[in-house]
């Protein structure tokens, strides 16, 4: 059974930081694509970052230049750090898998999801 188990969220103030991680664990637990998506409150999920195998990164515009994704593949572990964070950061976050090869940004081609760790940012 695949298990994707997120860790790293809590409460900070604007402009702090935090790292999430994402522990893959299971058959098949090495996927060539894999990200991060939140949902904020009465929001539909969207992409924060994804990569793939070949090494293509996608960032959703509201974070380019304060997230970094990363992934270490001797621990099957991926990461989000999370810097100068702001208000409307505040969500619950989600790592995703896909079965596919290409990153993208669409939460509907990933085909695993842990069970979510909520970020919140207060001002």
């Known amino acids: 059974q695949v298990q994707l188990v997120e860790s790293g969220g809590g409460s900070v103030q604007a402009g702090g930081s935090l790292r999430l991680s994402c522990a893959a664990s299971?058959?098949?637990?090495?996927?060539?694509?894999m990200g991060w998506f939140r949902q904020p409150p009465g929001k539909e999920r969207e992409v924060v970052a994804v990569?793939?195998?070949?090494?293509?990164?996608i960032y959703a515009d509201s974070v380019k230049g304060r997230f970094t994704i990363s992934q270490d593949n001797a621990k099957n572990t991926l990461y989000l750090q999370m810097n100068s964070l702001k208000p409307e950061d505040t969500a619950m976050y989600y790592c995703?898998?896909?079965?596919?090869?290409?990153?993208?940004?669409?939460?509907?081609?990933?085909?695993?999801w842990g069970q979510g760790t909520q970020v919140t940012v207060s001002s």
């Open positions: 995703a898998a896909s079965l596919g090869f290409l990153a993208t940004m669409s939460f509907k081609d990933y085909n695993y």
């Open positions: 299971g058959y098949g637990s090495r996927y060539n694509v």
């Open positions: 990569l793939d195998a070949a090494g293509r990164l």
